[in-house]
């Protein structure tokens, strides 16, 4: 089963999206996800000139091999544009060994672990009452966690709440990146009187969960952890940024509300502290920029043996392709906690037809061989890339902040 084809289709139903096609000279084809929030065109540029020359000619089924031949072959270890591009090929192979055998991709991870993949939804709101009418709607449709954020009185604008009134929130916007207005101390005040409300009016079964989104620093996350015990949080995501490691030692100095990191990270080398000292509960890192399925097996067994479960990242800038292929491996294995989900549109799920289903707060991955999503080639090409970043940070004084 030799590579004969690959190619990489850039389109924008709703926002950008980087995908990779590889063919077999037997017919089978696979998928893989290549996008890079805001940095789209560099990974879809590194794997036409640097990695689709490599792969014509090779076996399909050596996920292992072709992993640490473009990982180790490529000198340069790491970065997020890199393990991307290595992740498109290696979700696209083992999309194809599970095709070219007839079964779903968690067959190959082990099988099912569990019935269905617990989901948790985003409700987001310009203040406290909005944000709890969201919690009110996810509940209502059945979800059994949701993360809540909501805007800070002071602030214009807050991430991930959007300006109109029960709209979707986005994690980029249109042009050149906007400019937001940051204050720790607002947002420290406002946080706990938020869960404090929330959990009066949904009660203590609900599992509530917050992203700090990287804004504090390790003893600013340790006093809200602190701060947020008594609502008992699933998790608090983000609370500082990752780069020190040893920063989460203070948090966890000084609270116990459970910590999830990892989004950005794209490699277990990115946590490897953060989980043998056991300073995290959740690692969030997903098979499209943690390098694929091949590393995130690896990553979940090393983090299951100190206790650490796998919440991956699913905002709408992971492709539905990561969302099939992460549902495949949430549920084979031991140590998954929950599986995030931000609904895309519908012109993206029309471009993305998918075999995975949600009902009640849970996913199934389905049943098709492979994992299950492909893409609307014809369909793709009627949405072409529109440039779109995140948004930058400034504190009231004017300094960038962290993110
Ligand atoms: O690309 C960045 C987004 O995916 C991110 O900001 C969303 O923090 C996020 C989350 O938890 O989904
Ligand atoms: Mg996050």
């Known amino acids: ?33 290549a996008t890079l929030n805001g940095r789209e065109l560099a ?41 991307t591009a290595i992740s498109a090929v290696d979700v696209a192979l083992w999309d194809i060994k599970a095709k070219a055998l007839g079964t779903p991709l968690y067959n190959l991870l082990g099988g099912r672990s569990r019935d269905r993949v617990m989901a948790y939804g985003h409700a987001n709101g310009r203040d406290i009452e909005e ?36 709209a979707l929130y986005e994690p980029a916007t249109k042009g050149l990146p906007v400019e937001q207005v940051w204050s720790t101390e607002k947002y420290l005040r406002h946080v706990p009187k938020l869960f404090e409300q929330l959990r009066i009016k949904h009660g203590d079964d609900l599992h509530l969960l917050h992203d700090a989104h990287h804004r504090l620093t390790p003893v600013q996350a340790g006093r809200l952890g602190k701060a947020l015990e008594p609502y008992q949080l699933f998790w608090l995501e983000d609370p500082t940024p990752a780069e020190l ?26 946590a490897r502290l953060l989980i043998t000292e056991q300073l995290i509960d959740y690692l969030r890192m997903t098979v499209l920029h943690g390098g694929g399925i091949t590393p995130m097996k690896k990553a979940a067994a090393f983090a299951e043996m100190y206790h650490v479960q796998m919440g991956c990242h699913g905002a709408t800038d992971l492709s539905p392709v990561t969302m099939g292929a992460a549902l495949h491996f949430d549920i084979s294995i031991n140590n998954f906690g929950i599986q995030e989900y931000m609904p895309h549109t519908r012109e993206t799920d029309e471009v993305f037809p998918h075999a995975y289903t949600f009902k009640d707060g849970h996913f199934d991955p389905g049943d098709a061989s492979g994992h299950g999503v492909d893409i609307n080639e014809t369909l793709a090409a009627k949405f072409p890339y529109q440039r779109a970043y995140l948004p930058v940070n400034r504190k009231l004084d004017g300094t960038l902040w962290n993110w």
């Open 43 to 83: 990974v879809a540029s590194y794997l036409s000139e640097h990695v689709i020359p490599c792969l014509i000619g090779r076996d399909a089924a050596r996920t292992e091999d072709i992993w640490y031949y473009l990982y180790r072959g490529a000198y340069w270890r790491k970065g997020p544009v890199t393990m």
């Open 131 to 166: 944000t709890s009418d969201a919690v009110a709607r996810h509940v209502e449709e059945g979800f059994l966690a949701v993360r809540a954020q909501s805007g800070v009185p002071g602030l214009p604008d807050t991430y991930g709440v959007p300006h109109a009134k029960g």
């Open 1 to 33: 089963m030799k590579i004969r084809d690959a190619r990489v289709i850039v389109c924008s139903p709703g926002r950008n999206f980087v995908t990779l096609k590889i063919e077999t000279d037997d017919g089978v084809y696979g998928i893989g996800d």
């Open 245 to 270: 490691q040893e920063g989460f030692r203070v948090i966890r100095q000084h609270t116990t509300t459970p910590i999830a990191v990892g989004e950005i990270f794209d490699s277990v080398w990115d």
